[in-house]
């Protein structure tokens, strides 16, 4: 069972939005959170001038997905590198610096910190890299390993705790189980969701999953099957998958479908003359009334005049 723990956040200006510097008790080290916008104003700050790794976050011009951007970087006093980084990186929102209140740190351990958290990004697939290389773990004495690893488990305990879990890997919200005889009334155990044709083939069909999607809390323990609603100029749903297991994906409270098997095709239910933007969000509905359906309207109860998305 893992342990409770505190931290010590000091929002520096009084904005949550703003500047935030993180301590623990008994801990060797500081953490600064702060958005792009504040760092001419606080570039120099005295933690700026110590050894550290920092971690940059934001959103890639042309990104596909609701994946951050991220890059790890490290240095003897990291100021210098992050005034770069202003300079040349424009993806970035937000900056996670992790830096010595004294000698706690030096070139070896925070090359060291800064392998360790490439490797865990890469492991995690919950993000996309900016570093063009993927450093080689440097060699460190065991005493040295050791105190390095427990900064690094710190840091590794912020972190989620200031919005960041691009370092964890995903595990499942739920693993969905043989159906049950319903004790309610709701028996909805599948999500329709809409895709464009390229997304269709190349994530539905082809990597057995499905991302990055919203689902609500209550039906997050219900959700057993997934069917996919081909956009224009198809304007149907033709496939459904089983679910094996819901996975969080990204920063911002989506999920990732797992399948336990390839997608089956069915008979094609057309979007019909249910009402605009039906299928412009997940929907939820049974796999029985899906496999009898005639149409989008009908599956949803619903019936007018419309264009199909």
């Given at each position: 069972m893992a342990e409770p723990y505190t931290i010590h956040i000091l929002v520096v200006d009084g904005d949550p939005g703003g500047v935030k510097i993180v301590d623990r008790q008994n801990w060797t080290g500081w953490g600064i959170a702060f958005p792009r916008s504040a760092w001419p104003s606080i570039a120099k700050r005295r933690e700026f001038g110590s050894p550290g790794v920092y971690i940059l976050t934001g959103v890639s011009e042309g990104a596909q997905d609701e994946l951050p951007t991220v890059y790890v970087g490290q240095g003897d006093e990291i100021r210098t590198r992050i005034d770069t980084h202003y300079a040349e990186k424009d993806f970035w929102a937000w900056g996670y610096a992790f830096v010595s209140k004294g000698t706690a740190l030096n070139r070896a351990h925070t090359t060291w910190l800064e392998h360790a958290l490439i490797d865990l990004a890469h492991e995690a697939g919950q993000c996309h890299l900016d570093n063009n290389t993927r450093p080689k773990e440097p060699n460190l004495a065991e005493w040295e390993r050791a105190d390095t690893q427990g900064f690094l488990r710190k840091i590794l305990r912020i972190l989620p705790l200031i919005g960041v879990?691009?370092?964890?890997?995903?595990?499942?919200?739920?693993?969905p189980t043989p159906a049950q005889p319903p004790q309610i009334a709701d028996e909805r155990d599948t999500v329709v969701v809409p895709a464009w044709e390229d997304g269709f083939k190349e994530t539905f069909l082809g990597q057995d999953c499905w991302h990055t999607i919203r689902?609500?809390?209550?039906?997050?323990?219900?959700?057993?099957?997934?069917?996919?609603?081909r956009t224009a100029p198809v304007s149907a749903i033709t496939h459904y998958a089983p679910v094996e297991r819901i996975e969080p994906y990204g920063d911002h409270g989506g999920y990732r479908l797992i399948f336990s098997a390839h997608a089956k095709e069915i008979t094609p239910i057309p979007y019909g003359n249910a009402v605009p933007g039906t299928m412009q969000g997940p929907r939820y509905t049974s796999l029985k009334k899906l496999l009898a359906a005639k149409s989008v309207a009908e599956l949803f109860g619903q019936g007018t005049t419309a264009q199909p998305i």
């Open positions: 879990r691009v370092f964890e890997r995903p595990t499942a919200v739920t693993m689902i609500s809390g209550g039906m997050l323990q219900r959700i057993r099957f997934i069917a996919a609603y």
